[in-house]
């Protein structure tokens, strides 16, 4: 099993995103959060990969949105289009 994670656009304010993590990557997490996995939450962090520049793209963290639930999708509401996710 793969680790998948799929971006698509509703709209220019609204993004859906879908994933499915393996086990294995799940026990990994678990394994290396130790206690602080019973704590941990799920979240994106997306990031504005517009490149500022002609000769390279570069990462700004735009935020991180918790992710409620067990779900394996989230719709992230954009409030500034038209960018690079």
Known sequence: AKDRIFLAVNDPYWL?????????SV??????LKQDWYGA????RLFDVTSQDTTS??????????????GRNWYVHISQPPRQY
Do not use: C, F, N, Y
């Open 16 to 24: 859906h995103v879908m994933w499915d993590l393996s086990p294995t």
């Open 57 to 70: 793209t570069s990462e700004t963290p735009v935020r991180d949105i918790p992710v409620e639930g067990d």
């Open 41 to 44: 939450k799920l979240i994106l």
């Open 27 to 32: 026990q990994r997490a678990e394994a290396a």
